[in-house]
């Protein structure tokens, strides 16, 4: 069945639509709340070295370039390879096994890309160095990086990770909005343990990213999606706890505050 360019671009917009949803959903609606943050407020201005106005441009910038790179690649792909229309319909059971396999394999990719950027000096000078301008993660500065780490740890990972799994098109702007809505809650700077599944639940979680963003964790937790297994397996894993913090909200401390 020949497919509608509507449906070759799902891929590419729908996870754009969804990162600015999710981000005004922790910037607009949860942020004021001051007992939810990981940080006391007016640290993002205090600590961080790039401004806002900085990061809504690097962020616009990077999601022109892959809008432009992404829609290349499903037009001319998308009826070929990798992602296609499944006929028959895959089933419930096949979408997930899909799903799983882009994940694990995403989750490797990064790692190893992720790592790679802090322990190659001139990759982390010149390329990876921009996101850790953000010491004090927030929503919309989770896409805040160089197109380099961009382009081979995000697109190419991504597309691999979709060719691998065999996944449709639909499923996999539903792949890609998973990967959006996780990358967004990692960055977001608040904690929520009793409500959002991703903080009571997963290891991998805001918490944990947010280690890796302050000084004492630069060199651990690179994993980045959605499991700490690399980390876990590779003794690059830094424990960690979440406590509240007096006056309201809560603190990271870590095995190396001890």
């Known amino acids: 069945m020949a497919l509608g360019m509507s449906e070759e ?12 949803v999710a981000s005004g959903i ?8 001051d007992e939810h943050r990981l940080f006391p407020k007016g640290e993002e201005e ?6 806002r106005r900085q990061v809504i441009v690097g962020v616009l ?16 792909t998308g009826g070929e390879k990798g992602a296609t229309v499944d006929a028959p ?6 979408v997930a ?3 799983a396999v ?3 394999f995403m989750d490797g990719w990064e790692y190893f890309w992720h790592r790679w950027t802090h322990e190659n000096k001139f990759l982390y000078k010149h390329v ?8 004090v993660p927030y929503a919309y500065g989770a896409q805040y990086i160089h197109p380099v780490d961009a382009f081979f740890g995000e697109i190419i990972g991504g597309f691999l990770s979709v060719f691998i799994s065999g996944m449709s098109l639909r499923t996999t702007a539903v792949f890609f909005s998973l990967l959006t809505v996780k990358a967004v809650d990692d960055h977001c700077g608040q904690w929520f343990p009793h409500y959002n599944p991703i903080h009571r639940f997963m290891t991998n979680n805001t918490a944990f990213h947010t280690v890796h963003h302050q000084h004492q964790g630069m060199k651990h937790n690179y994993s980045v999606h959605f499991l700490s297994t690399w980390d876990l397996i590779l003794g690059t894993y830094l424990p960690h706890s979440v406590e509240e913090r007096k006056g309201g909200g809560y603190q990271i401390r870590t095995a190396k505050d001890d």
């Open 46 to 51: 205090a600590q961080n070295l790039a401004t």
């Open 97 to 99: 096994g899909q799903l």
């Open 128 to 135: 990876h160095a921009m996101h850790h301008l953000l010491i």
């Open 9 to 20: 671009l799902l891929p590419v917009f729908v996870p754009i639509v969804v990162y600015w």
């Open 89 to 94: 319909s895959a089933s419930l059971l096949q």
């Open 102 to 104: 882009a994940m694990l």
């Open 61 to 76: 910038a990077n999601q022109a370039m892959q809008m432009l790179l992404a829609t290349v690649i499903f037009m001319v």
């Open 26 to 33: 922790y910037h607009v609606l949860l942020s004021p709340k």
